[in-house]
């Protein structure tokens, strides 16, 4: 049952999109969403072959929490640096080590670390390390104990 419940959900989320966006709960739509909503459905799985296994759920809202409050230092320390034309910045390119092996989990943190202020990620290399530019980068090793123990080892014990 479980299995079928989450073969549904892109679906019945799309369907619902449709008539949402419509604004209109007629025949046609109802019929034209559910069509859509499940040939869709199907074709993008498709499109997937590596499918996402995320094991320990109630860790993300957390996670969520830490990453919030880090943008939200994040964006003063970047204003902090913009409105202070004395303050000396210091950009560079850094390299981190990943522990993380699994895509779905190495995409989420390249997704939290480049939608935070001052850092972007540039490339995961094959031999699964992380390059990272760091607006100011002062000391190296305080950025690989960030990235690697607030989120690298949820990521993990989420994905894998």
Request: with cysteine; hydrophobic share 50%.
């Amino acid at each position: 049952m479980r299995g079928l419940f989450a073969k549904m959900l892109l679906p019945l989320g799309m369907f619902l999109l449709w008539l949402l966006l419509n604004e209109s709960l007629s025949w046609g739509q109802v019929a034209l969403g559910a069509a859509l909503a499940l040939w869709l459905g199907w074709a993008s799985t498709r499109l997937r072959p590596l499918k996402a296994k995320p094991r320990r759920f109630h860790l993300l809202p957390g996670l969520f929490c830490r990453v919030l409050v880090d943008i939200i230092r994040s964006n003063w320390a970047v204003t902090q640096l913009i409105w202070r034309p004395h303050v000396a910045m210091s950009p560079g390119f850094m390299r981190i080590p990943l522990s993380l092996r699994d895509p779905h989990g190495q995409a989420m943190l390249v997704c939290i670390l480049t939608y935070t202020p001052g850092t972007v990620v540039v490339d995961i290399s094959r031999d699964n390390e992380l390059t990272l530019h760091v607006l100011d980068l002062q000391n190296e090793d305080e950025w690989v104990a960030l990235v690697k123990g607030r989120y690298e080892r949820t990521l993990m014990e989420v994905f894998e």
